[in-house]
């Protein structure tokens, strides 16, 4: 069955650029998505990419897709204390069809 | 912003009990989910729900538990006899037809079986 592997635990620096990483086995993967949670909170979609494309920019945030290696990164530019939080890499191989989560990588930014 | 609203926020509950998890999804929205994510593991998909029927569900979702959508606003977890390993936060979520992608999440219940 499908399966999404992310590193648990990253800190990083005020200021510095946070990169989270995320490998899922299933080549069928439509739509890569990252969520936030930051704590006592639900779920927050922060951007999505198809397996299309290879990079997707939004503001501070960079989706790297690596099709070949089954390989997503979430690049955050300028980390700031408010972006502590959990960060999720999930996969789905429909637009509505269910998500397959990993257990989500807990970002630390320290002053 | 419109959100998805989840009660009770922590729902404490006896091993062999009943419960229902309430959900108010976005009012336009016509797709409606429910995943949990026991303490330290993965959320996992529980069932996925459209046009007042169970769309698609995992193997977690068992007979003992059930999804309604009674009144048009409201979307229901019930588990009939609850399970010490039920013990988890339990999201609801939903989506539109168009232009979404991805799904807008409650902030959970912290369901605790004792």
């Known amino acids: 069955g499908e399966d999404v592997e992310q590193s648990l635990f990253l800190s990083v620096r005020e200021g510095d650029s946070s990169v989270i990483n995320c490998t899922y086995t299933d080549s069928s993967s439509t739509y890569l998505y990252w969520y936030k949670q930051e704590p006592g909170a639900g779920l927050q979609l922060l951007t999505y990419i198809f397996s299309n494309m290879d990079m997707k920019q939004d503001q501070r945030l960079t989706v790297l897709l690596n099709k070949k290696d089954k390989h997503l990164s979430l690049r955050i530019a300028d980390t700031q204390t408010g972006d502590s939080a959990i960060y999720f890499c999930?996969?789905?191989?429909?637009?509505?069809?269910?998500?397959?989560f990993g257990k989500g990588t807990m970002l630390l930014v320290s002053p | 912003e419109p959100e998805v609203t989840q009660t009770p926020s922590h729902q404490v509950t006896q091993m062999g009990q009943e419960v229902i998890l309430r959900c108010v999804p976005i009012?336009?929205?016509?797709?409606f989910y429910w995943y949990r994510q026991i303490l330290g593991q993965k959320v996992e998909f529980l069932v996925s729900f459209y046009n007042n029927e169970i769309s698609e569900k995992s193997e977690i979702f068992d007979d003992q538990f059930s999804v309604e959508r009674p009144d048009g606003s409201n979307f229901t977890l019930k588990i009939r006899s609850t399970k010490l390993e039920d013990s988890a936060m339990y999201f609801c979520a939903s989506s539109a037809e168009a232009e979404h992608y991805g799904y807008t999440f409650g902030s959970g219940t912290r369901l605790t079986v004792v």
């Open positions: 999930a996969e789905s191989m429909r637009r509505y069809s269910t998500l397959t």
């Open positions: 009012s336009n929205h016509l797709y």
